[in-house]
C-alpha cells in the first residue's frame, strides 16, 4: 500500500475578476450598462468565438468560446465588441499592484486571475480571509471593477471557492470542511478533469469526488494515466503545488473535442479556423510569438498524431496560424477519416518573456491549453 501523501498548510487566496474584459468595458462606456455584451469576434465574421460576456449574456446562455454566430442567436439584442487587450493589461498591471501590498508569491493564470501565498504576508495581517476582504475592496474603490475570491489551504480548493458565491464573492473553505466538500463535489469541476474525462469518469458512474474516493491510486492510475496519481490527491483535498512568481511558458494552445467526428477537410478546416482564432488571441493577451506550430490530431479510434512547422521568424497573426495549420491538416491526407480532436499550440518563443503566465491543467506545468 502507498504511503499516504502529507498536506501542506498554506494560506492562499485565488481571486477571479468577475467577467473581466466585459466588466472593463462596461465600466468604460456607459452604453454598454446594464445590456447583454460580448467581448471577442464579430458574429458576422468568420469563425468568431466569444472571450467573455457579461453577466446580463450569461442569462441567455452565452458562454466563453462559443461561436460567436451562435451567441447571437442565443441573444439577438446581444451588443458585440473586439476585445481591447492593452486596456485589459493596464487594469491587470493595476490589480497585481494591489496584490503586491499584500504579497510577494503572486502567481497570475491571466490577465484576470491569479494566485496569492499569503502565509506571510507583508503588513503582518495573519487572517487570509480579511486580506481577501481588503483586496476586494481596493479593486472595486480603485478601478470600480469587482472580483471574486477564494480562500483555502491549496491552490486546488481556493479556486474552486473563488467560482461559488460569483460575482462579487468570498468563500472560505477550512481544513476541517475540505473532506466533506471534496466529496460533494461534482466531478466535472475537478482541477484537470475535461470534458472527455469527466464523461469517462461518469461511464464507470464516478459522478461526485465521494464516487473517486473509493479507488485506489492503483486504480486510478490505471484508468487515467498519469493525472490519476493527481486526481487521487486532490479528491482528498491535497495539493501540495507552491504559489510560483516566476513561470516561464514554453508553449500556448487550443484544442477542441467535436460531438460528432469530422470526415471531410472542409469540415476540419472550419474547426481549425476556430481554433486558430483562440490562440490568436490568447498570443495577443500575452504578448507572445512563436517560431514553431505544431498541430495535433485524434481519431475516432483514439489514435493520435502531431505535425509541426518551423518558421525562421516569430509570429503571432491569424492567417499565419490558420493557413499553416490547414496545410500541415491536408499534408496527414485526411481522406477516408473520423477526426474526434484537433488542436493547435505556438512555442519556441525564444528570449520572449510573457509579462503574465499561466499553468496547465494539471499540476505544475509549462504548457498553456484552452480545451474549448
Known sequence: MPDQPIQIIRKIIHIDMDAFYASVEQRDFPEYRG?????????QGRGGVVATASYEARKF???????????????????????????????????????????????????????????????????????????????????????????????????????????????????????????????????????????????????????????????????FGKPGRFYYQIVRGIDNREVQPHRETKSLGAEDTFAYDLTTLPEMEAELDKIALTVHNRLLKYELKGRTLTLKVKYSDFRQITRNQSFTTAFNDLETISQTAKQLMAAT????????????????????????????????????????
Open 61 to 223: 446562455g452565452i458562454r466563453s468560446a462559443m461561436s460567436s454566430k451562435r451567441a447571437l442567436q442565443l441573444c439577438p439584442d446581444a451588443l458585440f465588441v473586439r476585445p481591447r487587450f492593452a486596456a485589459y493589461k493596464e487594469v491587470s498591471e493595476r490589480i497585481r499592484e494591489i496584490f503586491s501590498r499584500y504579497t510577494d508569491l503572486i502567481e497570475p493564470l491571466s490577465l484576470d486571475e491569479a494566485y496569492l501565498d499569503v502565509t506571510n504576508d507583508k503588513l503582518n495581517i495573519g487572517s487570509a480571509i480579511d486580506i481577501a476582504k481588503q483586496i476586494k475592496q481596493a479593486i472595486k474603490d480603485e478601478l470600480n471593477l469587482t472580483a471574486s475570491a477564494g480562500v483555502s489551504i491549496n491552490k486546488f480548493v481556493a479556486k474552486i471557492a473563488s467560482d461559488i458565491n460569483k460575482p462579487d464573492g468570498l468563500k472560505f473553505i477550512g481544513p476541517s470542511n475540505i473532506e466533506a466538500f471534496m466529496e460533494a463535489l461534482g466531478v466535472e469541476k475537478f482541477f484537470g478533469v475535461g470534458k472527455v474525462t469527466a464523461q469517462k469518469m461518469k461511464q464507470m458512474g464516478l459522478h461526485t469526488g465521494a464516487d473517486l474516493k473509493r479507488l485506489s491510486e492503483e486504480e486510478m492510475t490505471k484508468h
Open 35 to 43: 445590456k447583454p455584451l460580448v467581448v471577442g469576434g464579430l458574429p
Open 333 to 372: 491526407n485526411p481522406d477516408d477519416t473520423r477526426i474526434r480532436l484537433l488542436g493547435i499550440s505556438l512555442s519556441n518563443f525564444g528570449d520572449i518573456v510573457p509579462k503574465h503566465k499561466e499553468e496547465k491543467e494539471i499540476g505544475p506545468g509549462d504548457q498553456l491549453t484552452l480545451k474549448l
